[in-house]
Structures are given as C-alpha cells and as structure tokens.
Nanobody
Framework: VQLQASGGGLVQAGGSLRLSCAASGRAFSWYDMGWFRQAPGKERELIAAIKKSDGPTDGGPTYYADSVKGRFTISRDNAKTTVYLQMNSLKPEDTAEYHC???????????????WGLGTLVTVSS
C-alpha cells in the first residue's frame, strides 16, 4: 500500500487543521492506520491510530497519545481509502512533520507500523 499525507500548513495557536492520508492499493479496510509525528530534535511518536474495519462501517477502536487526547480525532473512510486527522486547539508544541502509516497485522494500536508515507509539515505559531 502507498500512502500520501496532505493538509499541513501554518496555523496560529488555537486554530485547526485537518490532515488527510490517501492510500492506494487494495484492502484498505484490512489495515490498522496510524498518524505519527516527529518534531525537530525529538523522537517520532504515535499520536493517533484506528483499527482495521471488520464490517461495513468505518469506525473502530482508536488510540490517542495523552498529548493530543481531547483535541485530535482520527477517522477513516474505507470507500475513499483515506484516513483523516482532525486537529483542534493546536499548540506550538504540535509543530512537527506528520506521517501516516498502515499495518495489516493485529495487535495493540500502539506498535510499529509496516507501511509509511511521506509527511506533511504542520507549523503552529504562538
């Protein structure tokens, strides 16, 4: 599967952005999807993830890092083979390059992911 993230940009603190990650290839619904970010000088971290869909709905269990819980929302649209990250109440410390990732395996969402896409840069000004 190939992944392409988009939607990054410059936003003021308190603002919102929605990131999209378009996936190509078959069986998108079979993949757990995650959003990672990496800020300069810091390690990459998983901030949100959503389980693969076993049925016709796009919902599923989700994971959020404590740093974004209550502000960010991950969702997926299997028909569009796209996963989204709605980011509200953005803070300067959210500034990072954001990547989406996919993994066909099972297990806890907070784990290593196999497929990665190019990132999109989010800059939050104070």
């Amino acid at each position: 599967v190939q992944l392409q993230a988009s939607g990054g940009g410059l936003v003021q603190a308190g603002g919102s952005l929605r990131l999209s990650c378009a996936a190509s290839g078959r069986a998108f619904s079979w993949y757990d999807m995650g959003w990672f970010r990496q800020a300069p000088g810091k390690e990459r971290e998983l901030i949100a993830a959503i389980k693969k869909s076993d049925g016709p709905t796009d919902g599923g269990p989700t994971y959020y890092a404590d740093s974004v819980k209550g502000r960010f929302t991950i969702s997926r649209d299997n028909a569009k083979t796209t996963v989204y990250l709605q980011m509200n109440s953005l803070k300067p410390e959210d500034t990072a390059e954001y990547h989406c990732a996919a993994d066909p395996n099972s297990g806890p969402l907070n784990r290593r992911y196999y497929y990665w896409g190019l990132g999109t840069l989010v800059t939050v000004s104070s």
